[in-house]
Nanobody, 124 residues
């Protein structure tokens, strides 16, 4: 199965931008719908964005719409999360997840594979 490794997190100031990457290994990357979730210490893991196998459909949590953009490049086995206008409340560990099914999901239990996470810290 696919192995996922996130990168691109860091410490930034409010209003800055970051681009997270999730690199996948394996021959079947295009068979998986992909998603980003995030989790702050002591808080529940929450949905951020998801993208269908081909990239033809995308989904966002309401608070992310207009600021975050999910995309994928199946030729490079990579999914991205472009984050603009970052706010302190965006501070969390961001996880990449994969789901091998007929559609895309927005619940954490719908995803089979998870990366190790990358820390995003936004200071005010």
């Amino acid at each position: 199965q696919v192995q996922l490794v996130e990168s691109g997190g860091g410490l930034v100031q409010a209003g800055d931008s970051l681009r997270l990457s999730c690199a996948a290994s394996g021959r079947t990357f295009s068979s998986y719908a992909m998603a980003w979730f995030r989790q702050a210490p002591g808080k529940e893991r929450e949905f951020v964005a998801a993208i269908s196998r081909s990239g033809g459909r995308t989904y966002y949590a309401d608070s992310m719409k207009g600021r975050f953009t999910i995309s994928r490049d199946n030729a490079k086995d990579t999914v991205y999360l472009q984050m603009n206008s970052l706010k302190p409340e965006d501070t969390a560990v961001y996880y990449c997840a994969a789901r091998r099914g007929i559609g895309v999901g927005v619940k954490n239990y719908e995803y089979e594979l998870w990366g190790q996470g990358t820390q995003v810290t936004v200071s005010s």
